[in-house]
């Protein structure tokens, strides 16, 4: 994406990006199966705070093909602020409309990641709503790093059916290296970096009313929802950290550069 349609949020990048333009650069993408794959990432204000300890994670959602805001804040300030047309990139919704477009299109998912029983639930919901949704393979990685015997077969696994988009639901920013690192190792895909995407449609936990979405306050459904204790330090200290990043940027007290490592 260029980098002159991205706002910086406390050094990272955010693309001002609407899902029409989307599309249209995905299957472009799609139509060269022999270059690298490219990494659609999903920032929040969790994101944008591990990032400012980590130049690393920083420099791969800097280097994302798409960043979309993954937060209505992002989408309001984008809109408000810098006048541009820009549209929520949630995980769940982007998976969705994508397999709402697969019906047409043709495109082909694989789901990594997940607890097996959830993966299971999922597919099976989604198939059963979607009765044309191709899914070539899906496989839930153990909660370790892989040796790279097992994921050396893993990739091999994933580039014999060649999918058009990989679903990697990890958890962030697990699912961010992960990506990052198999760009290379499994050409010709869509890597989109789906949260707890995984866990909505397998029904572990419940998603946030489509009204409560739209107003900014999906967080506090969930912080007061069934993840409230492992979201608890997610939705206090590090989004304050944030807010107190984006202030200072935001009142000319200190600027943070995004930064891009060289990608190999």
Same mark, same amino acid.
Not at 74 to 90: D, G, K
Not at 142 to 150: A, D, G, V, W, Y
Not at 245 to 257: A, D, I, M, P, S
């Given at each position: 994406?260029?980098?002159? #349609? ?118 099976? /919901? ?5 009765p044309y949704l191709r899914v070539? /393979? ?32 990890? /958890? ?12 290379? #190792?499994?050409?010709g895909s869509v890597m989109i ?41 997610r939705y206090t200290v590090m ?19 995004? #930064? ?5």
């Amino acid at each position: 994406m260029d980098v002159h #349609k991205a706002v910086n949020f406390a050094g990272v990048l955010i693309h001002a990006l609407t899902y029409e333009a989307m599309f249209v650069q995905i299957d472009r993408w799609i139509q060269d199966k022999g270059t690298r794959s490219h990494h659609i990432a999903c920032i929040n204000a969790y994101c944008v705070a591990l990032a400012l300890d980590s130049l690393y994670l920083a420099s791969i959602y800097n280097s994302a093909d798409i960043a979309g805001p993954d937060g209505m804040p992002f989408v309001y300030w984008i809109r408000w602020v810098q006048r541009r047309s820009c549209e929520r990139f949630y995980a769940p919704e982007i998976v969705s409309r994508l397999i709402a477009r697969s019906e047409h299109s043709g495109y082909t998912f694989y789901f990594y990641g997940g607890a097996p029983d959830v993966l299971e639930k999922m597919i099976e /919901g989604l198939r059963g709503r979607h009765p044309y949704l191709r899914v070539v /393979g899906s496989h839930s990685p153990p909660f370790r790093r892989l040796t790279e015997e097992e994921d050396r077969q893993i990739c091999e696994r994933i580039n014999q059916v060649s999918p058009d988009i990989v679903c990697v639901g990890l /958890g962030t920013p697990k699912q961010d290296y992960w990506i990052d690192e198999h760009l290379n #190792k499994i050409p010709g895909s869509v890597m989109i970096s789906c949260g707890a995407t995984f866990d909505f449609f397998g029904g572990r936990v419940r998603m946030a009313p489509k009204a409560i979405q739209q107003m900014g306050l999906e967080w506090l459904f969930r912080f007061f929802g069934q993840d409230r204790t492992r979201l608890f330090r997610r939705y206090t200290v590090m989004h304050a950290r944030f807010l107190w990043n984006f202030g200072l940027q935001v009142f000319g007290r200190r600027h943070l550069e995004a #930064k891009r490592l060289p990608r190999p």
